[in-house]
């Protein structure tokens, strides 16, 4: 059973900087492509990044890009979401999610995190 | 980026019923469309894709049809666990993925 567990979600200043993760197991982690999508309170939900099974590629979303670094550490079955510049438009739930495809790279979500909770605030 | 627009916002049926909710994309999209189930507090879950796809262990009340811009996600009769919130994703020359503003399916 696919298991993914977010954590590093907090409250933090406008300008400030997070960075969170995302726990694999039941699964083999290296195999899939991962995304994170989140969703600010209310509201709908938006992609944000995807990474390759294997690190080649990273995709952002034009809100994150240049701000937002995901990666992944594939011999610990974990990635990650670096969120630099954090702004108040950033408050959300994020989760973390992998890709439909496996090796190949179908930009569906199939398994979904719990999710974890980011507030910018001052 | 291609736009979903999805209708109705709000749905209210009752038990039994069945659900026809609709998503249009502002162009094209061919099959690469994605419908997520989403109860409060919860993760989205995967119930159709490439537009008529469904997941596993998705039953089979719930199905998925249309190409091209006009997408229909039909649940043949609705089930209590069933009434939630329904969001359309399209994947087309991703990225960027996007997603539709969503349907409340609620108890009339």
């Known amino acids: 059973q696919v298991r993914l567990v977010e954590s590093g979600g907090d409250v933090v200043q406008p300008g400030g900087s997070l960075r969170l993760s995302c726990a694999a197991s039941g699964l083999s982690f290296n195999i899939y492509g991962m995304h994170w999508v989140r969703q600010a309170p209310g509201k709908g939900l938006e992609w944000l990044a995807f990474i390759r099974y294997d690190g080649s590629n990273k995709y952002y979303a034009d809100s994150v890009k240049g701000r937002f670094t995901i990666s992944r550490d594939n011999s610990n079955n974990k990635m990650d979401l670096q969120m630099n510049s954090l702004r108040v438009e950033d408050t959300a739930v994020y989760y973390c999610a992998t890709d439909l495809g496996g090796y190949f790279d179908w930009g569906y979500f199939d398994s979904w995190g719990q999710g974890t909770l980011v507030t910018v605030s001052s | 980026e291609i736009v979903l627009t999805q209708s109705p916002a709000t749905l209210s049926l009752s038990p039994g019923e069945r659900a026809t909710l609709s998503c249009r994309a502002s162009?094209?999209?061919?099959?690469?469309l994605a419908w997520y189930q989403q109860k409060p507090g919860r993760a989205p879950r995967l119930l159709i894709y490439g537009a008529s796809n469904r997941a596993t262990g998705i039953p089979p009340r719930f199905s998925g049809s249309g190409s091209g811009t006009d997408f229909t996600l039909t649940i043949s009769s609705l089930e209590p666990e069933d009434f939630a919130l329904y969001y359309c994703q399209q994947r087309s020359n991703w990225p960027p993925v996007t997603f539709g503003g969503g349907t409340k399916v609620q108890i009339k």
């Open positions: 162009q094209s999209v061919s099959s690469y």
